[in-house]
């Protein structure tokens, strides 16, 4: 059988939750402007309900699971992110505060990079905004291969130089600087628990 799943109407000929698709489509099809977005649990979408279209808008359906958790993550902190069309391909990746979502710092696209790439420069580019901040905050990334490098001091990638993306090559560059003046704790980058915590607030939505 298909699984439950909780739609949740924000604007539309009447807003609520709604269990099944052919009552939430009642209220959006044909209507301008319609806000809504179905959810994997009646938890999820009351939290939903209750906050901002804004919140969830182009995000995953899971990105604000966290907030239910027996677990949480620690706050205050900031998630990064990447996203890319291809291998390689259009890469981009941003920084957002954990607890509100508010983007923080957002860069790209470049030709010719990798997702992981992506997420070992949006790792280094929050620790380096923290710096000029004079703020210390855990950073969440669920890159286990970033956060692998970031420590390591070295971006490992397989990623072919060319023409393209000789501005990427640049930038990683820059990170593997920083990072070899500057000692981390070892607490300082954690990984984001997916599977308890859905996704990244950070995530560009796009899966």
């Not at 059988?1 to 959006?28: D, H, L």
């Not at 930038?171 to 915590?197: H, V």
């Amino acid at each position: 059988m298909p699984k439950q799943k909780y739609y949740v109407v924000w604007k539309g000929r009447k807003t609520g939750i709604f269990t099944s698709w052919a009552e939430c489509e009642k209220q959006v099809k044909g209507f301008v402007g319609a806000q809504y977005k179905a959810f994997e649990s009646e938890h999820e979408a009351d939290a939903a309900y209750l906050a901002n279209y804004d919140e969830y808008k182009g995000k995953a359906s899971t990105s604000g699971k966290w907030k239910l958790a027996s677990i949480q993550p620690l706050l205050p902190s900031m998630c990064v992110d990447a996203a890319c069309s291809g291998s390689p391909g259009k890469l981009e990746y941003r920084g957002v505060t954990t607890e509100s979502g508010k983007e923080i710092f957002r860069t790209g696209p470049y030709a010719d990079g990798t997702n992981n790439v992506g997420e070992f420069l949006a790792i280094v580019h929050a620790l380096t905004w923290q710096a000029k901040h004079n703020m210390h905050i855990p950073v969440y990334s669920d890159s286990e291969n970033a956060i692998l490098w970031v420590y390591n001091g070295q971006c490992k990638t397989k990623l072919k130089r060319t023409a393209k993306n000789a501005v990427v090559f640049a930038l990683i560059q820059s990170a593997e600087n920083w990072l070899a003046e500057n000692e981390l704790p070892e607490d300082k980058i954690i990984k984001w628990d997916t599977d308890l915590w859905g996704e990244n607030p950070a995530d560009f939505g796009r899966k």
